[in-house]
C-alpha cells in the first residue's frame, strides 16, 4: 500500500476540512438540519464537479494543484468568520461558499488525478478511506486547538500527502 500512502493522507485531510466547513457554516447561518443538510449537499456537488472537471478538461499537474490547496487553506485561515457575521446575509453565503468549497474544489481535483494513476484502484480506494476515518478520529483535536486550527491540520496532512505523492522520471506524477 505504500504507493497510496498519499491517497491516505488526502483521505484524512479531507474529513477534517469537512468538518471545520461544517462548524463554519453552522456559526454563520445557524445549527438547524437545513443548513447541515446544504452544506453535504454542497460537499457532493463540488466533488461531482471535480471529479467531472478533471474527466472532461486537461487541468495542472499535481504540484500546482497542490500549491492551490495550500493558497486556499492559507485564505481560509487568514479570514476570520466573524467578520462574515458583519456582512448581509446574501453577501456572507456567497464569500462562506467562496472559502468552503475552493479547498475542496482543489483537493477532488488532485485525489480525481492521482486515483486516475493508481495502479490498484481498491487498494488505493481502501487506503484513502481509511485516511479519512484517522481523519474522523483527529477532529476531537479541535476541542484541544479550536476548529479554526483544524485547517493547520488540514494543510500539514496535504502537505505530507504532497511529499509522498509516488515521483516518476525525477518530476511528481502529473496526469
Known amino acids: 500500500m505504500r504507493p497510496y500512502a498519499d491517497l491516505f493522507f488526502m483521505g484524512a485531510a479531507f474529513m477534517l476540512l469537512e468538518t471545520k466547513n461544517i462548524t463554519t457554516f453552522a456559526l454563520l447561518f445557524g445549527t438547524t438540519w437545513l443548513v447541515n443538510a446544504l452544506v453535504f449537499a454542497g ?16 487541468t495542472p499537474p499535481l504540484p500546482v494543484v497542490f500549491g492551490g490547496i ?16 458583519a456582512l ?3 453577501p456572507r453565503l456567497v464569500v462562506a461558499v467562496l472559502l468552503a468549497f475552493v479547498p475542496i474544489y482543489l483537493a477532488n481535483v ?37 476548529y479554526a486550527n483544524l485547517l493547520v491540520m488540514v494543510a500539514v ?10 515521483r516518476k522520471k525525477g518530476s511528481l506524477v502529473s496526469v
Open 88 to 90: 448581509p446575509v446574501l
Open 110 to 146: 488532485a485525489f480525481s488525478k492521482r486515483f486516475a494513476a493508481s495502479d490498484d484502484s481498491r487498494a488505493a480506494f481502501g487506503l484513502n478511506l481509511l485516511g479519512a476515518m484517522l481523519g474522523g478520529c483527529l477532529e476531537y483535536f479541535a476541542l484541544l486547538t479550536g
Open 70 to 85: 495550500a493558497a486556499s487553506l492559507a485564505v481560509c485561515y487568514l479570514v476570520d468568520p466573524a467578520w462574515l457575521l
Open 157 to 166: 496532512l496535504y502537505l505530507l500527502a504532497f511529499l509522498l505523492t509516488p
Open 43 to 58: 460537499v457532493l456537488l463540488i466533488v461531482l464537479a471535480a471529479v467531472e472537471t478533471t474527466r472532461r478538461f486537461r
